[in-house]
């Protein structure tokens, strides 16, 4: 980045004619020399020099000399600094969305394959509606696109240019400020040289994103965690993503997934960090701003690895369907499709429904039996208006595809929003080479 706006300056002050022919050409060739070496990871950095910036100048003035000095021409380390992070962030940004890409066409695969796998929907942890096991896998779809739209809205912020506000007034040399912006991707230059400078907004925002991202995935490592265990059991995790006990040989423990649960703690910490650094800070610019790299290269760094974790636990997790369909034929889950089915068939008000529907449960209760079980002379002894019809209102499979309403759970519902899902995910797909 550094080296990519260095070119685009001197271009800009030869353009300008601050600088000759013969010393754009030299410097840009130094530069170009520098990018090569470090590239071949041939390149020797010194701390002396303090930062990646010091340290190319310096070379520069190795390979060519004293008129390496006219790089810093009418700018200033501070707006440098911006510019290299803004177009850092940008590229950051979008390995991000690749990788959201794979998570969710990874959730999408393994929804195509489970449309029919009935388990319970929970509320406050205990059963409380059947789903299908696709439309549980399909809201976290929901939630990694709305990640990607956060990184994406962050994206607008970052395309103001920094480049040529100098230290924090703007410069008396006669720049033109468009054409690097335009050379450098950029799609307008900053208003105002004191704002550019001490700003940081566009490295909060992506510190939130990445806190938010992190908390939904360690949200679904959490479920997950909690579905694996022994008291529900109900995924299978291959051995590939799961460790063993150091003393206890039968031991099969998700580490992955609690290493993603407890990296969204840094993420939180560092967006932290970085709103303390600034909010005592007068404008313009002060060293407590060099700080925003490292907390930025961190938490970039933690989300990449856990987005790119999570893909293989989906790609290494399958379902338990036996122990999924013998849980939500537990906690009596088709309740409020009989209250519905009385509102829709009977007339009766959803309320005394619910009621009619709650003295049904507690006589299931009573007799140890699930709804399913009850015959119908039992329930017509609480609502003496009930046919057989009713009987097949407790069936699972009935309950979930009834559940038609838009976004809900019946499998048409969820075959179309694969559908649209995939065909939407193709046509705006993040394509990222490192």
Not at 292 to 301: A, H, T, Y
């Amino acid at each position: 980045e550094d080296i990519k706006v260095s070119i685009a300056h001197v271009e800009m002050l030869f353009k300008q004619k601050i600088i000759s022919f013969k010393i754009k050409n030299k410097i840009i060739y130094g530069l170009n020399k520098i990018e090569k070496e470090i590239s071949s990871k041939k390149f020797e950095f010194n701390k002396k020099y303090e930062d990646i910036h010091m340290n190319i100048e310096k070379r520069l003035f190795q390979i060519i000399g004293e008129e390496a000095g006219y790089v810093h021409t009418a700018r200033s380390r501070n707006d440098q600094v911006i510019t290299d992070f803004k177009l850092w962030l940008k590229t950051a940004t979008h390995e991000i969305n690749n990788n959201l890409d794979k998570v969710i066409k990874s959730s999408i695969s393994l929804a195509e394959k489970n449309i029919y796998t009935i388990m319970p929907g929970f509320t406050h942890l205990k059963n409380a509606q059947a789903i299908s096991f696709a439309h549980y896998l399909l809201s976290y779809v929901e939630i990694f696109n709305r990640d990607k739209k956060r990184f994406n809205n962050n994206l607008e912020s970052i395309e103001e240019n920094p480049l040529g506000v100098a230290a924090l007034s703007g410069t008396s040399f006669n720049i033109d400020r468009n054409y690097t912006t335009k050379k450098l991707g950029f799609k307008k230059p900053t208003n105002n040289s004191i704002d550019t400078v001490s700003d940081r907004d566009f490295v909060i925002d992506f510190l939130y994103s990445v806190s938010v991202c992190s908390m939904h995935v360690s949200r679904i490592a959490e479920e997950l965690i909690i579905w694996n265990s022994d008291g529900f059991n109900l995924i299978n995790l291959s051995d590939k993503i799961v460790t063993g006990s150091s003393i206890m040989p039968q031991k099969k423990n998700p580490d992955l997934l609690e290493y993603l649960r407890g990296k969204s703690g840094t993420t939180y910490g560092n967006l932290f960090s970085m709103l303390t650094i600034l909010k005592g800070l007068p404008l313009s610019y002060f060293k407590d701003l060099q700080d925003d790299k490292e907390i930025v290269f961190s938490s970039n760094n933690i989300l990449v690895n856990s987005l790119r974790i999570l893909d293989e636990v989906l790609k290494n997790c399958s379902p338990n369907k036996k122990k999924m369909l013998e849980l939500a034929n537990t906690g009596y889950i088709t309740a409020t499709d009989l209250a519905d089915y009385l509102v829709k068939n009977h007339s009766i008000s959803f309320r005394n429904a619910y009621q009619k529907t709650s003295a049904i449960v507690n006589l299931a209760e009573k007799t140890n039996k699930n709804l399913k079980e009850l015959t119908l002379e039992q329930l017509k002894k609480v609502e003496p208006k009930l046919t057989k019809d009713v009987l097949k209102v407790f069936e699972l499979h009935n309950s979930v595809n009834s559940k038609k309403s838009f976004g809900g759970t019946s499998f048409d519902n969820i075959k179309k929003m694969i559908m649209i899902t995939k065909n939407y995910l193709e046509k705006n797909l993040v394509h990222y080479e490192k």
